[in-house]
């Protein structure tokens, strides 16, 4: 059996399709000509310090000892040679949702000031979970490096 592009698509597609997702979030590094280049392991290290910096923000300063309330994401680098930006699907496993949506967008700026950030509820239809698990999958390729695709880590 061979395994193609479409196959390892439609295969995460199902899989983070299932997941009960709380919110769908873009956040891009926006560079500048001539200014700073990120790369994928640049734009990762970014992407777990807006991770830290937003549970702190919602579980307090031992944020680190609560893996259990800890936010879960899963991450999907995209256009690694031009504007480099994450899509993400996100799961607060906290109550703090208004702390979340107030404040997320102001830690990716204060973290990347040229960046920008998109934040939406996944509960705005019953197919928001179907439709945005296809769109982050769209730039999955089976020789992509390991590195493209991001998890939280508790």
């Given amino acids: 059996m061979t395994i193609n592009n479409k196959d ?24 500048q000509p001539f ?24 579980l307090g300063g031992r944020w680190h000892n609560k893996p259990h309330k800890r936010t879960q994401f899963y991450g999907f680098v995209e256009h ?30 204060k973290l990347i000031p040229s960046g920008s950030n998109k934040i939406k509820h996944a509960q705005a239809d019953e197919d928001a979970n179907k439709t945005f698990s296809r769109y982050c999958g769209k730039a999955i390729y089976i020789n992509d490096p390991a590195e493209n695709i991001q998890f939280s880590q508790s």
Avoid at 11 to 28: H, I, M
Avoid at 93 to 103: L, Y
Wanted: hydrophobic share 40%; charged share 30%.
């Fill in 35 to 58: 200014g700073r280049y990120w790369s994928v392991q640049d734009a990762a290290r970014d992407l777990h310090e807006w991770h830290a910096r937003n549970d702190r923000l919602m």
């Fill in 8 to 31: 390892i698509k439609e295969a995460w597609r199902q899989w983070t399709a299932k997941k009960d997702w709380d919110y769908f979030v873009s956040l891009a590094f926006n560079p």
């Fill in 80 to 109: 690694v040679d031009s504007n480099i930006h994450w899509h993400l699907m996100v799961k607060l496993r906290s109550d703090k949702h208004e702390i979340f949506e107030t404040e997320a967008g102001d830690v990716w700026k």
